[in-house]
């Protein structure tokens, strides 16, 4: 049994409601992480995949665009306010990973934090900018986008789970 297969949650509470960090490393070897809520998991290409957004403005955008892999990390509930924390700060203006009291290790490339109850690590496989005239909801873009800062969505195959 592939470990994907353990993942067996509920993927719109798992995201949408406890939230995830996306971790990437750049070139020079820092590691950075933000909350997420956004995402999902499927199957595209025949492969097993994730798609995250990250807005441009995000620190770690840069970290995801800089590396081959990054990582989504899930923790359970006592992690919230963590999450909240990761979330709120930028990476630019202090090192939150210390900050935050999570143990930082690496496996695959890929940054993994050693109190989490799950990380896929994935392998980028495509992105894109969205763009307003894309919408058929244009709701979305006013209630979204007021400053018209689309998000990147990245489509990444899951290579690893880690339980």
């Known amino acids: 049994m592939d470990k994907t297969d353990m993942i067996g949650q509920d993927v719109f509470s798992l995201i ?3 939230w995830m960090l996306v971790a990437a490393t750049d070139k ?8 997420a809520s956004w995402g999902g998991m499927g199957v595209l290409w025949g492969k097993k995949v994730v798609f995250v957004f990250i807005r441009p403005q995000r620190y770690t955008k840069k970290f995801v665009d800089d590396a081959e892999v ?12 963590m999450l ?28 993994v934090f050693k109190e989490a109850s799950m990380t896929l690590i994935c392998r980028k496989l495509y992105r894109q900018t969205m763009k307003e005239e894309n919408f058929i909801d244009t709701s979305n873009v006013e209630k979204w986008y007021p400053q018209k800062d689309y ?13």
Not at 28 to 35: I, L, Q, Y
């Open 151 to 163: 998000h990147d969505v990245y489509v990444a195959e899951i290579t690893e789970t880690i339980c």
């Open 84 to 111: 909240g924390y990761m979330g709120k700060v930028s990476g630019r203006n202090e090192d939150k990973i210390a900050k935050s009291g999570l143990t930082l290790t690496d496996k695959s490339g890929a940054p």
């Open 28 to 35: 020079e070897g820092k590691t950075n992480a933000m909350t």
């Open 16 to 18: 949408g409601d406890r």
């Open 70 to 81: 990054f990582s989504l990390s899930f923790f359970d509930e006592s992690y919230k306010t």
